[in-house]
Each structure stands twice: as structure tokens, then as C-alpha cells.
């Protein structure tokens, strides 16, 4: 419990951002979702379950859960997929590297981060930890969307290229944080203190983009807010104390870590403004910059009769802000050539095709693959919506075909549906579920109330 000492500073800085932020994470799982938030954090829900359940057979997911196995704790929360319980901590570190073990995962483009895979281990540990309902977890993973995707914005940064720390690591921290706090039933006084122990958390530089395992990357995206975010709602729950106003009085966060710091930007639209709908989910598990690409390849393929054996040259044009991401990189799924090489060649790509590291070395797609230019583009770079592409073919008969993908499947200028998000769930769980992944689609979407336990029931893999 805070000492009353705390209390009655924290009362008496009602009107801060802090304190009016902290008042508003503290009351979270007591308020109605509006009927269009609900189902659409259901539908993240779910997606980020399928990118942990599928993300525990990669390397990193491996790694993760030994990680988590071996911190151990006592059994309150699941490693999902398995029936090994550890402790709250260690289960939101190893479900969140899990949860971005590949490219799966949700993303939000204005906030620079992946919230799914930070916010959904957390408040899922937790949530087992608390006993708490299913209506009380899905208020508590909007509310991460909102606090990370908030404490992102308000920083100011002009450019994912001007960042000096990792927007990624960053956002998640605060909104497992707020997940993890909501779910505890803490103060606003309690979780005031909650956001300062989390600023002194705050970590993470943009040099993942050169991780070649994307083992430290799982940890940066998802492992590293996960684990901080519950730990630092335990500490509290114990008794930890802490400043008042730790996000934007002198030497804090704003202070530390902003460009173009913007306060109010911490709070604004909160209960009026939800950003789970403005976050985005992953029709090809691939990269966040390359969606659009494969989008502009189907488009071209279902538009235009040819065979890739046809196709001379491929010209890819990029934003030049995140060119650098998915350029010539070693991973299948992150790597654009190889990637549209593959999609041209098998006319889809799938989530077993985007992860299989031998079709790098295709003959076929090798030699596609060496046709393919990519030109970064500044103006691609400040067109809205964001991660804009262009691809242009051309055809051995003469012809060139080009198109211009803007607003990418799965953002919210061209959102999923259910049924959008249940295809891809089961083509990527059916054989780890044993063809049990429709059981799970059903309890995320189906609209009624449910209960955790068995929520992690229908994750547990056939291995």
C-alpha cells in the first residue's frame, strides 16, 4: 500500500497529466468498452495468441520460453501453448518474445510500435495472476493500446530515422504497464507511482533493425515491456513508492526522451479516442513495411494474365524512411526482394513459405530475385496513409504493369473483417492446434464473455 505521505502528494496534484493519466488507468477495468472497441480488441486478442502459439515453434519463441522455464516463479501464469505455469513475470517475458518470435503481429503506425506483443502477454499474465473475468482483459488490453500508443506520440518525433531510442520498446513498456496496473485494481495514487517506476524502465535504441537472429528484436518489441510492465505493477502492489509527476516535470520522461515534447498529448481523447482502432493488423506475415508491396503484387497478378517467367524487371519503390528495414535483409520474412520474388513465383505467400529459410535459396526464386530493384522514395516517405509502395513489371511481350498500394489490408484505411482475421488464424494454427484453431477463433470473437482459463485451454498446442 502507499504510505500516506504519498497519497496526500499525489491528491494534491489531481490536475497534472500524471495524475490525471494515472486516474484514468486506475479505473479501467470497471468501464464499458464501447460495442466497436470490444470486438476490434477481440479480433488483437486473438491475433497476437496466434502470433505467440506460432511464435513458441520459432527460434526465437524457443529461446523465450527457456528464458521463461528457467526464471521460473511460482505458478501463476501460463507459458502459452504449453501447460507450464511460472511466474507472472517470467511468462509475460517469454509470451512476449513469443509474440514477435516472426512478423505476425499487430503494429501501430502513428504510436511506432507493436502494441499486441507487449500488451496482450502482460495482461494476460496478470489477468491469470488476479483471477480476472474475461470483460475485465480485454478493458485492460485497449487501455495498453491507449497509455503506449500515447507515451510514443507525445515524444515528437519527426521521423522513425531521427529516433534516438526505440519507440518500439518504448510503447510497449507503458502499455503492458498500464495493463498490468489496471488489472491489479491499483490507486491513482498507486499508479502514479506505478508510471514512474516504469519511467526509470524506460530503455531500448533502434539499432534492432540490425538483429540478425531476431531473437533480441522479440525481446526489444515484446519481451523487454512485457516483463517491466508486470514488474513494475508488483512492485507496486509492494509497497514501492515513488516522485509524483514522473513523466513531465524537470529531468523526466518527456525531459529525457522527446524531440518535440507535447504533454497533453499524454491524456488527450482518453475515453473518447480509442487507439486499438487505429492500430493495424497483418493480412501477410511478413514485415510492416512490405504489406504493401504484396498487396500491389496480388492486385497486378489478379489484374493481369502473365507468368513470373515472363517478368523482366521488378521495380519496388519504398518509403525511404523504412526502406532500410526490409532491404536485402537475411530473414525471409523481412526481406522485400526475396519476398516479392516468392510471391510472384507462387502467386501468395504463406505463412510456412515466409518463414521457410530454404526457399532463400530457391534456384527459381533466385533468379527472379536478382531482377528486383528497390529506389527508396521521399515522397512515398511523407505520403498519408503511411507505408505506401509502388511496383512496376516489366514483361517480356513489352507490356508494364504498375500499381500504386496506399492504403494497406489490415490498416485502418483498409481494415480486416472477422472472418479476414479467422482465414488467417487458421491457416496459420490448424496443424499446431491440432484443428482445434477455430475452437479458439470462437471464444475471442464470438462476442460473450469468457472465461481466461479457457481462453489459454484453446492455445494448447498438439506437440
Known amino acids: 500500500m502507499m504510505s500516506n505521505q504519498a497519497m496526500q502528494r499525489s491528491s494534491a496534484s489531481e490536475t497534472t497529466v500524471d495524475a490525471r493519466l494515472a486516474q484514468y488507468i486506475s479505473g479501467a477495468v470497471d468501464r464499458d468498452l464501447p460495442a466497436e472497441v470490444e470486438r476490434k480488441t477481440r479480433m488483437h486478442l486473438l491475433d497476437t495468441l496466434v502470433a505467440i502459439v506460432s511464435g513458441r515453434f520459432l527460434v526465437p519463441g524457443a529461446v523465450a520460453y527457456r528464458i521463461g522455464a528457467a526464471f521460473g516463479g511460482p505458478p501463476e501464469a501460463t507459458l502459452i501453448g504449453s501447460d507450464q505455469r511460472v511466474g507472472a513475470v517470467s511468462a509475460a517475458l517469454a509470451n512476449g518474445m513469443?509474440?514477435?518470435?516472426?512478423?505476425?503481429?499487430?503494429?501501430?503506425?502513428?504510436?511506432?510500435?507493436?502494441?499486441?506483443?507487449?500488451?496482450?502477454?502482460?495482461?494476460?499474465?496478470?489477468?491469470?495472476?488476479?483471477?480476472?473475468?474475461?470483460?475485465?482483459?480485454?478493458?485492460?488490453?485497449?487501455?495498453?493500446?491507449?497509455?503506449?500508443?500515447?507515451?510514443?506520440?507525445?515524444?515528437?518525433?519527426?521521423?522513425?530515422?531521427?529516433?534516438?531510442?526505440?519507440?518500439?520498446?518504448?510503447?510497449?513498456?507503458?502499455?503492458?504497464?498500464?495493463?498490468?496496473?489496471?488489472?491489479?485494481?491499483?490507486?491513482?495514487?498507486?499508479?502514479?507511482?506505478?508510471?514512474?517506476?516504469?519511467?526509470?524502465?524506460?530503455?531500448?535504441?533502434?539499432?534492432?533493425?540490425?538483429?540478425?537472429?531476431?531473437?533480441?528484436?522479440?525481446?526489444?518489441?515484446?519481451?523487454?515491456?512485457?516483463?517491466?510492465?508486470?514488474?513494475?505493477?508488483?512492485?507496486?502492489?509492494?509497497?514501492?513508492?515513488?516522485?509524483?509527476?514522473?513523466?513531465?516535470?524537470?529531468?523526466?520522461?518527456?525531459?529525457?526522451?522527446?524531440?518535440?515534447?507535447?504533454?497533453?498529448?499524454?491524456?488527450?481523447?482518453?475515453?473518447?479516442?480509442?487507439?486499438?482502432?487505429?492500430?493495424?493488423?497483418?493480412?501477410?506475415?511478413?514485415?510492416?513495411?512490405?504489406?504493401?508491396?504484396?498487396?500491389?503484387?496480388?492486385?497486378?497478378?489478379?489484374?493481369?494474365?502473365?507468368?513470373?517467367?515472363?517478368?523482366?524487371?521488378?521495380?519496388?519503390?519504398?518509403?525511404?524512411?523504412?526502406?532500410?528495414?526490409?532491404?536485402?535483409?537475411?530473414?525471409?520474412?523481412?526481406?522485400?526482394?526475396?519476398?516479392?520474388?516468392?510471391?510472384?513465383?507462387?502467386?501468395?505467400?504463406?505463412?510456412?513459405?515466409?518463414?521457410?529459410?530454404?526457399?532463400?535459396?530457391?534456384?527459381?526464386?533466385?533468379?527472379?530475385?536478382?531482377?528486383i530493384r528497390v529506389t527508396p522514395s521521399d515522397a512515398l516517405a511523407a505520403a498519408l496513409p503511411e507505408r505506401q509502395s509502388i511496383v512496376e513489371l516489366e514483361l517480356s511481350d513489352g507490356r508494364t504493369l504498375r500499381h500504386h498500394a496506399k492504403a494497406v489490408r489490415g490498416t485502418p484505411d483498409n481494415p480486416m473483417t472477422v472472418d479476414d482475421l479467422r482465414k488467417k488464424s487458421v491457416e496459420i494454427l490448424d496443424r499446431a492446434l491440432a484443428g482445434g484453431a477455430q475452437a479458439l477463433c470462437d471464444i475471442c470473437l464470438d462476442g460473450g464473455d469468457f472465461a481466461v482459463a479457457d481462453l489459454l485451454s484453446a492455445c494448447r498446442t498438439a506437440d
Open 98 to 371: 513469443a509474440a514477435h518470435a516472426d512478423e505476425t503481429d499487430d503494429s501501430h503506425a502513428r504510436g511506432r510500435f507493436h502494441p499486441g506483443c507487449a500488451v496482450v502477454p502482460a495482461a494476460i499474465a496478470v489477468a491469470e495472476r488476479e483471477r480476472a473475468t474475461g470483460a475485465e482483459l480485454l478493458r485492460a488490453i485497449a487501455l495498453g493500446y491507449d497509455v503506449g500508443a500515447r507515451s510514443t506520440i507525445a515524444l515528437g518525433y519527426d521521423s522513425p530515422k531521427s529516433t534516438r531510442f526505440s519507440t518500439h520498446t518504448i510503447g510497449g513498456l507503458f502499455g503492458a504497464a498500464a495493463a498490468a496496473g489496471a488489472l491489479m485494481r491499483l490507486s491513482p495514487a498507486e499508479t502514479e507511482a506505478l508510471l514512474s517506476v516504469t519511467t526509470q524502465q524506460v530503455s531500448g535504441l533502434p539499432y534492432w533493425n540490425r538483429d540478425p537472429d531476431h531473437i533480441e528484436k522479440a525481446f526489444d518489441f515484446g519481451g523487454s515491456g512485457a516483463r517491466s510492465g508486470v514488474s513494475a505493477a508488483l512492485m507496486v502492489r509492494l509497497g514501492m513508492t515513488a516522485p509524483d509527476q514522473p513523466l513531465t516535470a524537470a529531468r523526466g520522461y518527456l525531459d529525457a526522451y522527446a524531440e518535440n515534447p507535447t504533454p497533453e498529448a499524454l491524456i488527450d481523447g482518453l475515453g473518447e479516442t480509442y487507439e486499438i482502432l487505429a492500430a493495424s493488423l497483418k493480412k501477410w506475415t511478413v514485415g510492416s513495411p512490405i504489406q504493401s508491396v504484396l498487396d500491389a503484387l496480388e492486385a497486378l497478378t489478379a489484374a493481369n494474365a502473365f507468368h513470373w517467367r515472363e517478368v523482366r524487371d521488378v521495380h519496388l519503390q519504398l518509403p525511404s524512411n523504412r526502406v532500410h528495414v526490409v532491404d536485402n535483409r537475411d530473414i525471409p520474412s523481412i526481406c522485400v526482394q526475396h519476398l516479392a520474388a516468392l510471391m510472384l513465383v507462387r502467386g501468395t505467400v504463406s505463412f510456412r513459405d515466409s518463414h521457410d529459410d530454404a526457399l532463400m535459396r530457391d534456384p527459381d526464386i533466385l533468379a527472379l530475385r536478382g531482377r
